[in-house]
């Protein structure tokens, strides 16, 4: 009896030994990999600064993007509040953004990975100069319906406002709001310039690649409607004319049902006072002071 005891409180010690040395080895192999790792990371410390950093690289039409901070549960209530802020719209890329983390003595590294759709690899090529050629086929597509819009309706000799309203003008005259059809399948830039058919996303994924394209500085911006025309989530512009940032709208520009030849214009290059009374959006964007003065 005294044998059998003797060894099982060697084997007891054993297990424990292993145990240890194996979460010894693990830790060492984690820190070891995030020693290895040579990205840059940003360190952040609140919300405000997780949505500068997905919204940088979005617009520099970049898939990877590397954040730090002390911890996963800190990184994940960043991320929760700008997701209940419907500040994570899906404009240029596909809907999930893939996370991975390491994690280490109070460090914890992020990275998020957007892939983009064809409208965004598009970019990279036309915009951002990061590819040597289109990434895909449907980028290729997008890429030269976009171009071929531009050309046709922009001049160098154009002010900003000009290639606004142009741009404005033909979204409207030449796509049509594809109701009760799939958000999944209707909601980009390849659906508009294939199809003629989109739905929030589409018009302002497009309006911005447009507008960018002519070198007027643009981005979408998501949030909520909130009265008239259907609650829920919604997607619309912000595009800066003469250094000041204004909204415009031009899904809620284009009548529904479609009615051709006909455009509005109540939500062009509008101020924050204005599109408050029907839109709700995080407060991280751009601050919009007042309506356009022509």
Same mark, same amino acid.
């Given at each position: 009896?005294?044998?059998g005891?003797r060894?099982h409180k060697?084997f007891?010690?054993?297990?424990s030994?292993?145990?240890?040395f194996?979460?010894i080895l693990?830790g060492c ?10 990205h $840059? ?13 997905i919204y940088?690289?979005?617009y520099?039409f970049e898939?990877d993007?590397?954040?730090q901070?002390g911890?996963y549960?800190?990184f994940m209530?960043?991320w929760?509040?700008l ?12 809907? $999930?953004i893939s996370i991975?983390r390491q994690?280490?003595?109070g460090?914890c590294?992020?990275t998020?990975h ?6 965004? /690899?598009?970019m990279q090529?036309?915009y ?7 990434p895909s086929?449907e980028?290729?597509?997008v890429g030269?319906?976009?171009?071929a ?8 000799d154009?002010?900003e406002?000009?290639k606004?309203?142009?741009i404005h $003008?033909?979204l409207?005259?030449?796509?049509a709001?594809?109701?009760d059809m799939s958000a999944?399948?209707?909601? $980009?830039?390849r659906?508009l310039v294939?199809?003629g058919l989109?739905?929030c /996303? ?6 911005t690649?447009?507008c ?6 643009c981005h979408v ?5 909130t009265f ?6 919604h997607?619309?512009? /912000?595009v800066q004319?003469g250094?000041i940032?204004?909204?415009i ?5 284009? #009548?529904? #049902?479609?009615?051709?030849?006909v455009i509005?214009?109540?939500f062009?290059?509008?101020g924050d ?5 029907t839109?709700d959006?995080? #407060?991280?964007? /751009? ?8």
């Amino acid at each position: 009896m005294v044998t059998g005891k003797r060894t099982h409180k060697t084997f007891s010690v054993l297990l424990s030994f292993i145990f240890a040395f194996s979460f010894i080895l693990s830790g060492c192999a984690n820190l070891m990999q995030m020693r290895k790792d040579n990205h $840059d990371y940003t360190i952040i410390t609140d919300s405000k600064a997780l949505f500068d950093m997905i919204y940088d690289s979005l617009y520099r039409f970049e898939e990877d993007i590397y954040v730090q901070t002390g911890s996963y549960d800190e990184f994940m209530t960043y991320w929760n509040d700008l997701d209940n802020r419907y500040a994570l719209h899906s404009a240029f890329r596909e809907r $999930d953004i893939s996370i991975t983390r390491q994690e280490k003595d109070g460090v914890c590294r992020v990275t998020m990975h957007m892939k983009l759709n064809a409208c965004g /690899q598009a970019m990279q090529y036309l915009y951002a100069n990061s590819v040597k050629d289109y990434p895909s086929e449907e980028a290729r597509e997008v890429g030269e319906a976009l171009m071929a819009i531009k050309d046709e309706i922009i001049t160098y000799d154009m002010t900003e406002e000009e290639k606004v309203h142009k741009i404005h $003008d033909y979204l409207i005259l030449h796509c049509a709001y594809a109701l009760d059809m799939s958000a999944t399948e209707y909601n $980009d830039t390849r659906s508009l310039v294939k199809e003629g058919l989109s739905q929030c /996303q589409g018009y302002a994924e497009a309006f911005t690649a447009l507008c960018l394209l002519s070198g007027v500085q643009c981005h979408v911006i998501s949030g909520n409607s909130t009265f008239g025309f259907g609650e829920g989530a919604h997607a619309w512009c /912000q595009v800066q004319v003469g250094y000041i940032w204004y909204h415009i709208d031009v899904t809620w520009d284009d #009548p529904i #049902p479609d009615q051709n030849g006909v455009i509005r214009y109540d939500f062009y290059l509008k101020g924050d006072a204005m599109m408050k009374r029907t839109h709700d959006w995080c #407060p991280y964007y /751009q601050s919009c002071f007042a309506d356009y003065a022509a």
